[in-house]
């Protein structure tokens, strides 16, 4: 008779490759999604290009990504406590292919909308990734050493948000500004296609690598917390609406997400109204900021040993005001260079807002984190808040739009209490 599978309780945890295994395939995760998320400051100025559009239509990038992230955040949640996170991981990359996919015939037909429509694709796919990735890597592993794994996998976000703005720069952006022809139009709406389509088959290897691979039992049995499951959904909306803090960190994640896309979007734009340079060219700049957000990551993380985190966190809003106000005043070089020092200030702002605003919620921390997920809305709010003001006004007027949300992100940290919090988890 064959010998059955050892049960949880009984099962010698894995050790060496088959330990470590798992938790390359999840890191990469962070990799993918900073990548896809920074691939749109480099689609806003080449569908701008290649389909003639407003500053306003050109955002709508950024509008058709978070919408993604926000209708699916809770639906990607209720998933991955039914199935399990590794169900909502596979799911997630499978959906995050097809986006990716689909961006082939809609360059094909030079379709605008049917790419708006691959982008809120792969953004549903991404909302999957998130919401599992983060407590998956904690459950991967020794419980001691969970922090440890999870500021590792940080660690890739960034990294694959540079190298998204390097593919983007490198093989799909020209340099080219004007335009003379039919075929012009053609060639800059299909130079999104090659990346693309890269793009899905890494990610449906990886979906599959996923499937075929073997994880522990935890990340595959359901997550439901008893506690959370046995509450009506009124009762929990009513507890959350009992936590001022959660509330407020909400609004505060709404304006950084809303101030992070705006800025990083715009950049190019910026860069070619106040200085004149080609786009190509302008996306250094994007890439700049990206190395800086990637740097103030490890000097935030170092000043909390020492600094709050509500009071580092209203800190550097109030620098990013001072900043801001710059940009949209004076301009010019100097004004660029202010839009991009500012990532260095923004890097820890996400994983602190996220971690202090979920605190003390207990049985209703996942439904929190979903609503914080939600939040994220502000992408694309405030994105075509900008690009209707650039289109009505200037570029350097739409830099207000940031400077208010870094007034408003100020305002939560410097009116929290002093909260000693994990950084693990970010964006």
Known sequence: MPLSEPDAKTAAPARGFAALWPIVLITALFFFWGMANNLNDILIPQFKKAFTLTDFESSLVQQSFYL??????????????????KAAV????????????????????RQYPWLLGALF??????????????????????????AFRLNLAQAFNPLGSLVGIWVGKTFILSGIEQMNDTADFVREAKAVQTPYLVIGCVILLWALLVA????PQAATKSTDDADEAR?????TLSGLLKHKHFLMGVVAQFFYVG????????????????IGISDKLAADYVFASLVLFAIGRFIGTALLRFVSATKLLGAFAVINVALMAYAASVGGLYGLYAMVGSSLFMS??????????????????KTGASFLVMSIIGGAVLTAAMGHISDISHIKTA???????????????LGSKSATVDMSKGH
Not at 231 to 235: L, S
Not at 348 to 365: D, K, N, W
């Open 68 to 85: 993604g992230y926000f209708l699916m955040a809770v639906p990607a949640g209720l998933l991955m406590r039914r199935f399990g996170y």
């Open 90 to 109: 596979i799911t997630g990359l499978i959906i995050f292919a097809i986006g990716a996919f689909s961006f082939y015939p809609g360059a094909e037909i």
């Open 121 to 146: 694709v792969i953004a549903a796919g991404l909302a999957f990734l998130e919401t599992s990735a983060n407590p998956l890597m904690t459950i991967l592993g020794d419980e001691k050493s969970a």
């Open 212 to 215: 075929f691979s073997k994880f």
């Open 231 to 235: 509450m009506t959904i009124g009762q």
């Open 259 to 274: 101030a992070q896309v705006g800025v990083w979007s715009f950049t190019i734009k910026y860069a070619q109204s106040e």
């Open 348 to 365: 820890i702002m996400f994983p602190t807002i996220f971690a202090t605003s979920v605190r003390g919620l207990g049985p209703l921390t």
């Open 399 to 413: 830099i207000f739009v940031p400077l208010v949300c870094f007034v408003v992100i100020a305002l939560y940290g």
